[in-house]
């Protein structure tokens, strides 16, 4: 039992209450859309990392299954606001859902719709400073098999598939190539390749093109990295000297080998990680436009 209060439906409940009938449509077919977003300690008190650009996809994600959010972007900003403080977090991760009520049958129309918001402290999502990857087996959903660049409930069944894959051959994440074959993403993380500080990474079309990828683009092109976004055969992999993930959760991470090719270190990878670490801290004032103060 938490103290803690979740966000729904326009009131602060208690963590233990925030529960839904079994016959919730979501829950059966996945027709929810969700974001995950992170907030951060800095010398101005807990800051959120790019909270409008995360509500603008959360509205966009929802719009794409019909459902219609009962709330402004202005509103969602403030009840997260309001739970960071309320539940006395620091730093943490930062969890709005919506999604369709009890209703059975495929077609969700008239369903109720709810939105939620939790929040909870999340330190490291990869337990590794340097992770092991394998290329799964599962390939990414296909881009017309739904709508790719919404981040959608549904969509992660073939994240989980692949998750789970990976972690049974004892490596600690996957990474999904694309219909055609070329590389894609993570299950919940986009990748980039270097070579002679040149960043590559695939470009949008089988990929949630992410936040922390944009951010990324941003940060490395400050530090005068030149940036390709191209399809990128698995073959290909062994000419770049390094890789690393990116995403909110992950933040960034290098990786240390893709199945049996290793990398031959993560230098540059260690020098955008710190740079992502100190920007989301707010320590760089030209980034510090990303940051939504609580206080
Ligand atoms: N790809 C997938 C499949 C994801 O789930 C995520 C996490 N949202 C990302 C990429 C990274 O996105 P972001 O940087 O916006 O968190």
């Known amino acids: 039992m938490t103290k803690q209060k979740i966000w729904l439906d326009g009131k602060l409940v208690d963590w233990d209450k925030a529960n839904f009938h079994l016959l919730t449509h979501t829950l059966h077919y996945g027709s929810g859309a969700f974001e995950g977003i992170r907030a951060y300690a800095t010398a101005s008190g807990p800051a959120v990392f790019r909270l409008d650009d995360h509500l603008k996809r959360f509205v966009y994600s929802a ?6 959010m009962p709330y402004k972007i202005k509103e969602l900003k403030g009840a ?6 309320i539940n006395r977090l620091e730093e943490g991760y930062i969890r709005p859902i919506v999604f369709y009520g009890n209703k059975m049958g495929l077609v969700p129309t008239g369903a109720p719709i709810h939105v939620a918001i939790a929040a909870w ?8 400073d340097r992770v092991a990857v394998k290329i799964s087996k599962f390939i990414r959903l296909h881009p017309k098999s ?3 660049d919404a981040k ?3 969509h992660y069944a073939n994240s989980i598939v692949a998750s789970m894959e990976a972690k049974d051959l ?10 055609e074959g070329n590389i894609a993403e993570g299950p919940g993380e ?5 070579k002679d500080r040149t960043l590559v990474t695939p470009q949008p079309g089988s990929i949630l093109p992410g936040i922390t990828r944009d951010s990324i683009k941003r940060i490395a092109k400050d530090l005068k990295y030149k940036l390709v976004e191209k399809k990128i055969r698995p073959a290909e992999i062994k000419n770049y000297a390094e890789a690393f993930f ?6 960034v991470c290098p990786i240390a080998r893709i199945n049996n090719f290793k990398f031959k270190g993560s230098e540059q990878a260690t020098e955008l990680q710190k740079t992502y670490n100190d920007t989301v801290r707010g320590k760089i004032k030209k980034y510090k436009k990303w940051l939504t103060y609580s206080k």
Not at 80 to 85: F, P, R, V, W
Not at 121 to 128: H, I, R, T
Not at 246 to 251: F, H, I, K, L, N
Request: charged share 20%; hydrophobic share 55%.
């Open 170 to 179: 004892g490596f600690d994440e996957a990474l999904l190539l694309d219909h």
């Open 146 to 148: 739904t709508v790719i």
């Open 246 to 251: 990116v995403g909110t959760a992950v933040e």
């Open 63 to 68: 719009k794409v299954f019909g459902l219609k």
């Open 121 to 128: 402290p999340w330190g490291k999502y990869l337990a590794k």
């Open 152 to 154: 959608l409930s549904g």
């Open 80 to 85: 997260i606001i309001d739970l960071l403080k």
């Open 190 to 194: 986009n990748i980039f390749f270097i």
